[in-house]
């Protein structure tokens, strides 16, 4: 049962770092590796911050503000211009900045793990046998809630609208007044601020930050959103939540004979071969 | 050279059925192509045309009905196979191989036999003599001698669309299935491509021709299938076509001068399969 | 010196791979992430064989080419299946689940890797650098010469009209399945002879050394030497190799140097550097000449 939570929990930190990814794919169709470095900036900033002002709620502030300015100028600076030299070139750049900001991120704060001290006053939750830590709780709680109301977003208001209409076709919907620009710079600030978040709940929750958080969960959510369909939101928040369970239960029932970090590549490899059009095949999101 | 003798037909379509889901698209069309005949498929958007080609082509596995080439079914639908079997293909939107010149094109559609097995294909493509002068044959055919060495992805998309009819010719196929070749060439494009279409008539290959420009099509054609939404509405020669009270009503009723029809292309095309 | 021929056959050696990887990545257009995967698979088996089972190097050498070959054609098929991105990031996966099993299974010596290898030996001599520098130029050769003949072939020319346009290239008569499935068989089967030559060469090999950095910089080099050209992937490779020895008095800031280099050249110059269109390179090649010495005689360009 503590395994299932612990899957959750993960799984729901996946969902938050997915979904701006699964995003900016519905829109560009490019498959953004460098919003990972948001999360690492995120587990930065909170982990700063916290210490200078003692309040970690402002380490997330600006680590999502700070976020949001970094997906603005990689969308406008680096992706747009070379949107049309296909998804090779536009992948591969993506990883570049995220060597980048990898290495920025240790020249500035030193190559070796740095831990948080964030506590957070937080009471465990008793529910019958099964104790819920006071960080998981608010993890669940702060993901489920920031997904909840991107999901409102997405589906029941206007910026939704503009969001399926860009992702059905920018040019189309360029052609139809929409602004495509401000929707895919909207789109990235929001994606990476996300992230952000992602970062600074994990960052606390292991109590631990090092220039290379974002590797895993950059790769892992590549395989997210593909197994979420690419470009569907909920297939990626289903995909990520399975993702995250899977991976703990097969760790706790197997202890590591298969790296935790190589199950959701397997289940992405197998799950290509039995269904190569994804878990829930949409592009774009079906209301 | 429509003859009435016991012909085998070169390529026979026998009760072709193609469900999109929902959507029906082709629903039990019977015609046949008789060696060296040239034939137009004609009718309103949405009518079938290019999954037809599809069909023919190898592209799309029908869901009822069969292809007969040379009176042998086609088992597998693969674009490949049905090459080999002595049919080429243009296609609606023009698709040039954009990063190799307008002869390597060309080139690549002559490669035949050579292409079957990944042996055969490891010889280099620009030693045999032979097939160097068809292409350059096909290139002056085509009145592409003098952009033969542009890549393919800058030349006009008049020239475009001839190019990719002198690949379809690559390897002397019997039938070529041309998709709407005067798409986008523009006014001044249409004499060359009128005369390349005759000339390829002249040489003895079939040709399978869907055209919007009705008139033209119907120019150069001996006879004539007219299509429906998905069903095969006429099929005769050019004069009983343009004559067919059903094809006047369904289709070309509107527009009509002087025997002549001329229905402008459209605007929104089929989709491709 | 022997620092300098070491660096000379890990460029060489480098070069061999990326050549390799161009056949897929280059001419067949796919988006291939996992090429060290296929590197690593023909290092491990020469180590495993070779460190274990006391092959020799000259036997183990078909081995690794067979297993990387077969592997990839394995991959190939996986790619008929796919749309390029639910491929681009299967390769991307295959990274982590290969080197998982380096890591978790016994028979390829567990996390810590494979150690003493021994120094192949031909007619009695072991081989010094000298020789691997000889035999890693000897393997570059074969490596492009290959892919001169795919290049110049039928084959070759269908691949590219694969890379742009699968319909088009069978409507030509192009068995599509097949001709992909083999370039990936091909590729990875060169990846794998280069793999047991340098497990040979550095005589330890570790996991994470064949993992999905190490792919992203093979690809990486072929982009900034040109994609789809030899001389591209050469090119990319040497330079890629070469630039960190260069910087290694601010070893500290190599890596960054390495991204940010390649976040500009696939931002300003994204068919490379010596790649097919590359004006930008020629321009500044020639502005430097211009700028260095006076402006004398017309200069030759060479790319």
């Known amino acids: 049962m503590e395994t299932t939570v612990d899957g959750l929990v993960i799984g729901s930190l996946y969902a938050l770092v997915a979904l701006g990814p699964c995003l900016v794919y519905g829109l560009l169709r490019v498959l953004d590796i460098a919003n990972a470095a948001a999360l690492t900036l995120g587990g930065y900033l909170v982990l700063v911050l916290a210490e200078r002002s003692g309040s970690p709620l402002l380490g997330v502030l600006v680590g999502m503000a700070a976020g949001a300015v970094l997906g603005w100028v990689v969308q406008r600076w680096i992706y747009l211009p070379i949107l049309d030299r296909g998804p090779i070139v536009t992948l591969v750049t993506g990883i570049g900045l995220y060597i980048v900001a990898t290495e920025l991120f240790r020249l500035l704060f030193g190559p070796s793990q740095r831990s948080a001290h964030v506590d957070l006053p937080l009471p465990d939750l008793h529910l019958g046998s099964v104790r819920l830590e006071g960080i998981d709780l608010l993890v669940l709680l702060v993901t489920f809630g920031v997904i909840g109301i991107t999901w409102y977003v997405l589906t029941r208001t206007r910026s939704g609208v503009l969001w399926q209409a860009v992702a059905q076709d920018r040019h189309v919907a360029g052609a139809v007044g929409v602004n495509s620009p401000r929707v895919i710079a909207a789109v990235f600030a929001v994606g990476y601020a996300l992230s952000a978040l992602a970062g600074a709940l994990l960052s606390v929750k292991y109590d631990a930050v090092y220039p290379t958080l974002g590797d895993i969960p950059a790769y892992k959510m590549?395989?997210?959103?593909?197994?979420?369909?690419?470009?569907?939101?909920?297939?990626?928040?289903?995909?990520?939540?399975?993702?995250?369970?899977?991976?703990?239960?097969?760790?706790?029932?197997?202890?590591?004979?298969?790296?935790?970090?190589?199950?959701?590549?397997?289940?992405?490899?197998?799950?290509?071969l039995i269904r190569p059009q994804g878990l829930i095949p949409s592009r774009v999101v079906k209301v | 050279m429509s003859t009435e003798g016991k012909v085998t037909p070169l390529v026979e379509v026998r009760g072709i059925g193609v469900r999109f889901g929902g959507l029906q698209a082709l629903d039990d069309v019977s015609f046949d192509v008789r060696p060296g005949e040239f034939v137009s498929v004609i009718g309103p958007n949405g009518a079938g045309k290019s999954t037809l080609f599809n069909v023919i082509s190898g592209v799309q596995r029908p869901t009822s009905g069969s292809v007969l080439i040379d009176g042998r079914p086609i088992r597998r639908y693969r674009p490949d196979l049905v090459h080999a079997r002595g049919v080429g293909r243009t296609f609606q939107v023009a698709r040039p191989v954009g990063s190799l010149t307008v002869r390597d094109n060309v080139l690549l559609g002559a490669g035949g036999r050579r292409l079957h097995g990944v042996l055969s294909s490891l010889r280099p493509r620009g030693r045999d003599k032979t097939l160097q002068h068809r292409v350059d044959d096909l290139l002056e055919l085509a009145g592409l001698t003098a952009v033969a060495h542009r890549p393919a992805a800058e030349i006009s998309p008049g020239d475009l669309r001839r190019m990719e009819i002198a690949r379809a010719l690559g390897d002397e196929p019997r039938l070529v299935l041309l998709d709407e070749p005067a798409a986008g060439v523009g006014s001044d494009g249409l004499t060359p491509l009128a005369e390349l279409l005759g000339r390829i008539s002249d040489r003895g290959v079939a040709v399978l021709l869907v055209e919007h420009y009705v008139g033209l099509a119907l120019s150069l054609s001996d006879r004539a299938v007219v299509l429906n939404r998905g069903r095969l509405l006429a099929l005769g020669e050019p004069d009983e076509i343009r004559a067919n009270q059903a094809v006047i009503d369904a289709y070309l009723g509107t527009k009509r001068s002087r025997g002549t029809v001329v229905v402008p292309p459209a605007t929104g095309t089929e989709e491709e399969r | 010196?022997?620092?300098?021929?070491?660096?000379?056959?890990?460029?060489?050696?480098?070069?061999?791979?990326?050549?390799?990887?161009?056949?897929?990545?280059?001419?067949?257009?796919?988006?291939?992430?996992?090429?060290?995967?296929?590197?690593?698979?023909?290092?491990?088996?020469?180590?495993?064989?070779?460190?274990?089972?006391?092959?020799?190097?000259?036997?183990?050498?078909?081995?690794?080419?067979?297993?990387?070959?077969?592997?990839?054609?394995?991959?190939?098929?996986?790619?008929?299946?796919?749309?390029?991105?639910f491929f681009a990031i299967t390769t991307v996966g295959l990274n982590f689940v290969v080197v998982a099993l380096f890591k978790s299974i016994d028979f390829f010596g567990g996390a810590t890797g494979i150690y003493g290898l021994p120094l192949p030996t031909l007619g009695g001599t072991s081989f010094t650098n000298d020789h691997f520098l000889v035999l890693s130029a000897l393997l570059l050769g074969l490596v492009v010469l290959v892919s001169k003949v795919v290049r110049d072939s039928w084959y070759g020319g269908m691949l590219m009209a694969i890379r742009e346009d699968e319909l088009v290239a069978s409507s030509l008569g192009a068995p599509v399945a097949l001709f992909k499935a083999s370039a990936f068989a091909l590729s990875s089967l060169l990846a794998g002879v280069v793999g047991a030559v340098y497990a040979f060469f550095i005589s330890s090999i570790t996991p994470e050394t064949f993992g999905f950095n190490q792919s992203v910089l093979l690809l990486s080099m072929l982009i900034i030497g040109g994609m789809g050209t030899i001389r591209g992937a050469i090119v990319g490779a040497v330079l890629l190799t070469l630039i960190p020895e260069m910087f290694r008095f601010a070893s500290d800031y190599r890596s960054l140097v390495y991204g940010v280099f390649l976040v500009l050249v696939l931002r300003f110059q994204p068919q490379g550097l010596v790649g097919e269109d590359s004006w930008l390179a020629r321009g500044a090649a020639r502005l430097l000449r211009r700028s260095r010495s006076a402006p004398a005689a017309v200069t030759e360009v060479s790319a």
């Open chain 1, 222 to 272: 590549l395989a997210i959103i593909i197994l979420g369909g690419l470009g569907s939101p909920l297939g990626t928040i289903v995909a990520a939540l399975l993702i995250g369970l899977v991976e703990s239960w097969v760790v706790a029932s197997f202890g590591f004979a298969l790296p935790r970090d190589a199950i959701a590549f397997v289940a992405l490899i197998l799950m290509l």
């Open chain 3, 1 to 85: 010196m022997t620092y300098a021929i070491v660096v000379a056959v890990t460029a060489i050696l480098m070069a061999s791979v990326v050549v390799s990887l161009n056949l897929t990545a280059g001419y067949a257009g796919q988006p291939n992430l996992a090429q060290s995967a296929f590197f690593g698979l023909g290092a491990y088996f020469a180590a495993v064989l070779s460190v274990q089972h006391g092959l020799s190097f000259w036997a183990v050498l078909p081995v690794s080419a067979l297993v990387s070959g077969l592997a990839g054609a394995v991959l190939g098929a996986i790619s008929l299946r796919l749309r390029e991105d």
